[in-house]
């Protein structure tokens, strides 16, 4: 397991992230919470549902996610005749060789950008199922691994219903989280004006990023420490929306290992190497709200997933750092919620 014994990559890894940070907030004005959860997302291992009204940059962000790094991208437009193959690949018979030859579809890219993905049919949807879960892909029996690393971008639009499907519970909960652009603020879109006015950002965009060095910031991800108070803080916090009388489907528990990788993964952007329950507080809305369904009363009396959420954030009572035994205080910087003692 990768731990952080070498400081040295730490400190990669949060000047890797400040670079792509600068990059992607060069084309998103104003919105530096949404870059870091797109970051946070990506170095989770996990796959972004980028959910807003037209026109506020769903698609320039993830664009400008992908061309940050040099890596394979590849952007499938979802439509109501799109079928399974155009995503997956297909089979295709060579006479000269009197063979089948995999033709890899849209999805073997390691950043893929999925627009408008409500507007495909069902069975359609359906196809980004084992590829988001388990990396891989099987067609005909065989099976495909993908590359790494490995991300999908996906957006949809809230409030253009007309002619689109709503994504399946299984297919939300496949997204570690869900993000809303909102609008810029005044001053931002003023800057957005005098930057977009002339041509498009993106066409200048280089990568500021390789993807080997991303695999190894993942890899460093992994082995920021979680303490059993905070794994535990997460599991409460879960298994409170199973329970509660607003909602008739709570989170699962891959909601659950979703929170705990994006905790690891926002205390690494921090510079810590270990999570706080601060961590988890700050991601609960984005990992868990589009996985939760609120019961009829609760949408007649407007009641959101998100609210239920931070109900239940006020109510769970945040564990407390241990104290030090013995005598003995923490030190350099560390934490109660630190790594454990090496054992010699």
């Known amino acids: 397991m990768t731990t952080y014994d070498d400081r040295a990559s730490l400190t990669d890894l949060t000047a890797t992230v400040d670079r792509v940070r600068s990059s992607v907030e060069e084309v998103i004005e104003g919105k530096p919470e949404v870059v870091r959860l797109s970051l946070t997302v990506l170095l989770a291992e996990g796959h972004l549902l980028i959910e807003d009204v037209p026109g506020v940059g769903k698609t320039m962000l993830a664009k400008a996610l992908a061309r940050s790094i040099d890596c394979s991208v590849r952007r499938i437009q979802f439509t109501p005749d799109l079928l399974p193959s155009d995503i997956t690949g297909v089979s295709i018979w060579d006479q000269q060789r009197r063979d089948f030859e995999f033709k890899p579809g849209a999805i073997f890219a390691q950043i893929v950008i999925g627009d408008e993905i409500n507007r495909a049919s069902p069975k359609t949807q359906s196809a980004l199922l084992e590829s988001m879960e388990e990396r891989q892909v099987t067609i005909d029996g065989q099976t495909y691994e993908l590359p790494s690393p490995f991300m999908v971008v996906a957006t949809q639009n809230p409030v253009e219903m007309e002619g689109t499907y709503p994504l399946p519970e299984a297919q939300r909960d496949r997204f570690m989280a869900r993000v809303s652009v909102g609008y810029p603020s005044a001053d931002a879109e003023l800057r957005m004006l005098d930057v977009h006015g002339g041509v498009s950002p993106l066409e200048d965009m280089q990568p500021v990023a390789h993807a080997h060095e991303v695999v190894k910031l993942v890899e460093a991800v992994r082995g920021v420490h979680v303490a059993e108070p905070v794994r535990r803080y997460a599991v409460e916090l879960v298994g409170a929306t199973r329970t509660h009388p607003d909602?008739?489907?709570?989170?699962?528990?891959?909601?659950?290992?979703?929170?705990?990788?994006?905790?690891?993964?926002?205390a690494a952007l921090n510079g810590r190497e270990y999570a706080l329950p601060d961590d988890v507080q700050a991601l609960a809305v984005p990992v868990l709200a589009h996985r939760l369904l609120p019961t009829a009363q609760a949408q007649l009396n407007r009641r959101t997933a998100e609210q239920v959420v931070q109900e239940i954030l006020r109510n769970t009572p945040v564990p407390a750092a241990a104290q030090p035994r013995d005598g003995f205080s923490v030190h350099h910087g560390t934490s109660a919620y630190g790594r454990p003692p090496r054992r010699l």
Not at 248 to 262: D, E, I, K, V
């Open 247 to 266: 909602l008739r489907l709570g989170a699962s528990p891959r909601a659950t290992l979703h929170l705990l990788r994006a905790a690891k993964a926002s």
